[in-house]
């Protein structure tokens, strides 16, 4: 069972258009939540991460939204460019067991010129 | 080196043989996870190291994974007898500070395929 739920699984947007990945959460024991990019053949590389007393993060045109009540979060690009073309992973950790990483399942995003 | 280093790169073997792969952490790095990403999936956790101390394997598939880091720098993630559903890409990643919820750096991986 999946812990983390990311959607939608790819996404395609113009130059300039603002992406949105979103994902959801069951246990409430996660405390910590990161976004992660990856490009093809490389490892993951942190983006931002925000903490759920926190209901907005920004940094730079990467934006995270918190519901800690809907128990859903999800990053925006803004501005968005061919170079962000890449692949984007939610995580969570829990507040108990702070070494272990549960991603999503991960959005292919594709701008286009 | 500045970042994570990983090796080999890539890795085939046939079914049954015993692979070894490699991680060389930012140094001075006190944490180093290990991670197993199949293709057009999320990294999943595999096990976790302190120092030299293994403080979690609890994501470890089977026990013909076996992971270690002696000295507490250098670690070698170890797969007994491989099955083709061990092909997948294996990340490590190191952290400056004790938990996860720290920045952690990422290696490239090393992408293992079992024939």
């Known amino acids: 069972q999946q812990q983390v739920k990311q959607s939608p699984q790819s996404l395609i947007v113009q130059k300039g258009g603002i992406p949105i990945i979103n994902c959801a959460y069951e246990?409430?024991?996660?405390?910590?939540f990161p976004w992660y990019q990856q490009f093809p053949g490389k490892g993951p590389a942190l983006l931002i991460a925000?903490?759920?007393?926190?209901s907005e993060k920004k940094e730079g045109r990467f934006t995270i939204s918190f519901n800690k009540s809907a128990k859903q979060f999800s990053l925006h690009i803004m501005d968005s460019q061919p170079g962000d073309s890449a692949t984007y992973f939610c995580?969570?950790?829990?507040?108990?067991?702070?070494?272990?990483?549960?991603f999503g399942s991960g959005t292919k995003l594709n701008v286009k010129p | 080196g500045a970042g994570v280093s990983q090796s080999p790169r890539y890795k085939v073997a046939k079914r049954g043989q015993d692979v070894a792969l490699r991680c060389d952490p930012i140094?001075?790095?006190?944490?180093l996870f290990w991670y197993q990403q199949a293709l057009g999936q999320g990294p999943e956790f595999l096990t976790y190291?302190?120092?030299?101390?293994?403080?979690?394997k609890s994501g470890l598939p089977s026990d013909r994974f076996f992971a270690e880091r002696p000295e507490g720098s250098v670690s070698t993630l170890k797969i007994q007898r491989t099955q083709q559903e061990d092909s997948a890409v294996y990340l490590c990643?190191?952290?400056?500070?004790?938990?996860?919820?720290?920045?952690?750096?990422f290696g490239d991986g090393t992408r293992l395929s079992i024939l």
């Open positions: 990643a190191s952290s400056s500070r004790i938990g996860g919820n720290q920045p952690q750096h």
């Open positions: 246990n409430t024991a996660f405390d910590y």
């Open positions: 925000i903490r759920p007393d926190v």
């Open positions: 995580a969570a950790i829990l507040g108990y067991n702070f070494n272990k990483f549960y």
């Open positions: 140094s001075g790095h006190v944490s």
């Open positions: 190291f302190q120092n030299e101390a293994q403080l979690d």
